[in-house]
Nanobody, 114 residues
Framework: QVQLVESGGGLVQAGGSLRLSCAAS????????MAWYRQAPGKQRGLVAT???????NYADSVKGRFTISRDNAENTVYLQMNSLKPEDTAVYYCYAARRADYWGLGTQVTVSS
């Protein structure tokens, strides 16, 4: 059973930075795609950023230029560097991995105060 464990969330002031980590229980090379999603209270879960096995990345328009997704295959970890945070970035952030099935972490809370 694949496990994805997020960490790095917390409370930060607007304009600040956080780095989220997603540690996988097995080699992330086996996943064709890994991603970060987020869900704010009362809203649907939405895509934040993706990274393929080959390292190609894609971002939601709302985070382009501020967030960076990366992966460390040796550490089996995917990161989300979040800079210039805004109150509207407040959400639970989830790690996602795709192989023959979809895998999700339990999420980490990010709260940005104004």
């Amino acid at each position: 059973q694949v496990q994805l464990v997020e960490s790095g969330g917390g409370l930060v002031q607007a304009g600040g930075s956080l780095r989220l980590s997603c540690a996988a229980s097995e080699s992330i090379r086996s996943f064709s795609l890994m991603a970060w999603y987020r869900q704010a209270p009362g809203k649907q879960r939405g895509l934040v950023a993706t990274i393929t096995n080959g390292g190609s990345t894609n971002y939601a328009d709302s985070v382009k230029g501020r967030f960076t997704i990366s992966r460390d295959n040796a550490e089996n970890t995917v990161y989300l560097q979040m800079n210039s945070l805004k109150p509207e970035d407040t959400a639970v952030y989830y790690c996602y991995a795709a192989r023959r099935a979809d895998y999700w972490g339990l999420g980490t809370q990010v709260t940005v105060s104004s």
